[in-house]
């Protein structure tokens, strides 16, 4: 089963101690029913982009499609022009919708959208902090319930619940079969789980993701709450290594050609913050060499025929790769990829892969570079040190940004990645900066 392979890494004491923390809130004798949220809960994508699922389906849409333009530009606006309707659309209202802007016909969208569910359901895997609550659940007898609070059907859902090895479970919730209000969406949704339990809300405890919809809410409505934050937010605030990034690759990292680097920070995500970790002071890779190893030597296994470009990054490696917490990450880096992505990603680029290591050379912090200190000399050390600059940050989007009316007529105009749309796009920055 995904997911389910032992990390070469032990916990820190304050992981270990929330751990403990989210488990004995299972046990308490007042709760009954124990209701999970089934996104980043229970069940996650490796992806660190909300958008990568699309990438998969480019190749099919260009044959289906005779114009111009993404498959995941087209995918994203027809949700975006869905949620204009209805904050929470189902997935046929988005396809009808990208039915009707890209002019493929019926048939070639039922197909789209089939394919679309096949990848969800085959790259879903479990969040093992979820499965540790959720098996304790089960071990004390506890009512469960699981919201599916998804754009996807129930045939999804349940293929995920089968994979991910849930399914003992007392009620499902597919919030896409539910005729849920949008004003007052998260209530509506607390007081659906609270009937279907059948139980007094004191009885039940819930636990999601959301502060607002899976905390505040279920407590105004007398139940008890547990926050499991998820992967993704949680990497990006752990270091300034995203927004990085982000400030360098500023108008195409949504491009394909970083799409392995995308799958590798999702799985940094993934298996990095599975249990919560805030970021350490001084470190951008949690203070931790195992996390250093996971996310520079992991991608930079991806590229063929690697050779560093510097001495210092020769040098950086070579310290890496004599430090067994590094290895142990590069090693799970290389375990958990082939299992994800075994053969799906060879014919992506690797471009950005390298980043990281960039990162590290130019802009590392004092507690990063403490890790690898016993393994340099201290000539390097000295240069390393003598190195560093700030890195020039951008703010990092969690969720695309919606495109007005200007910039769809300047995708058709202007393609991008195209060299005058680079072009443009200079321009219209340095107006901007004046």
């Not at 046990?27 to 490796?46: D, H, I, M, N, T």
């Not at 399914?167 to 597919?174: A, K, M, N, S």
């Not at 700030?390 to 300047?410: D, F, H, I, S």
Request: proline share 5%; aromatic share 10%; glycine share 8%.
């Amino acid at each position: 089963m995904k997911g389910s392979i032992q990390l070469k890494r032990h916990l820190s004491a304050e992981q270990s101690a929330l751990k403990r923390q989210l488990v004995g809130e299972i046990g308490r004798s007042g709760y009954k029913a124990v209701s999970f949220k089934l996104e980043g809960v229970l069940a996650q994508l490796p992806f660190a982009e909300i958008y990568d699922l699309f990438t998969f389906m480019e190749v099919e849409f260009s044959l289906l499609h005779t114009g111009t333009g993404s498959f995941v530009q087209y995918r994203l606006q027809a949700q975006q022009e869905a949620e204009k309707k209805t904050a929470h659309p189902s997935l046929e209202r988005v396809y009808k919708i990208l039915e009707k802007i890209t002019k493929i016909s019926p048939t070639s969208r039922e197909k789209l959208m089939k394919r679309e569910c096949e990848l969800a359901g085959y790259f879903a895997f479990p969040r093992e902090c979820g499965k540790a609550l959720y098996s304790e659940a089960k071990k004390l007898g506890k009512s469960i319930t699981i919201v599916a609070d998804t754009i996807y059907p129930r045939s999804v859902v349940t293929r995920v619940l089968r994979s991910c090895g849930y399914e003992e479970y007392d009620q499902l919730i597919v919030t896409s079969e539910e005729k849920l209000p949008d004003e007052g969406y998260a209530g509506a949704l607390m007081d659906l789980i609270i009937a279907k339990t059948a139980m007094p809300s004191h009885q039940i405890l819930h636990i999601g993701g959301d502060v607002e919809a899976d905390v505040e809410t279920p407590i105004l409505k007398g139940a008890r709450a547990v926050l499991l934050s998820p992967t993704v937010p949680l990497m990006v605030k752990s270091g300034r290594l995203r927004g990085f990034i982000e400030a360098l690759h500023v108008y195409d990292y949504d491009h394909a050609r970083y799409f392995n680097l995308h799958c590798a920070f999702g799985l940094y995500a993934a298996y990095g913050f599975d249990i919560p970790q805030n970021k350490v002071p001084q470190s951008d890779f949690c203070g931790d060499a195992y996390m250093l190893g996971f996310m520079v030597l992991g991608p930079i296994s991806m590229i063929r025929d690697f050779t560093p470009e510097t001495d210092l990054q020769r040098e950086l490696i070579d310290a890496m790769e004599r430090n067994p917490e590094c290895v142990g990450g590069k090693e799970d880096f290389a375990t958990f990829y082939k299992l994800h992505f075994a053969g799906h990603l060879e014919k992506f680029n690797t471009s950005g892969c390298i980043e990281p290591l960039r990162f590290l050379e130019k802009h590392a912090a004092a507690g990063d570079r403490l890790l690898l200190r016993k393994q340099l000399s201290l000539e390097t050390d000295e240069a390393w040190t003598e190195a560093f600059t700030e890195p020039k940050l951008a703010p990092v989007r969690l969720t695309p940004p919606k495109q007005n009316a200007l910039g769809r007529l300047a995708d058709k105009l202007f393609p991008p990645g195209t060299r005058v749309r680079n072009i443009v796009d200079g321009l219209l920055v340095k107006m901007k900066s004046h």
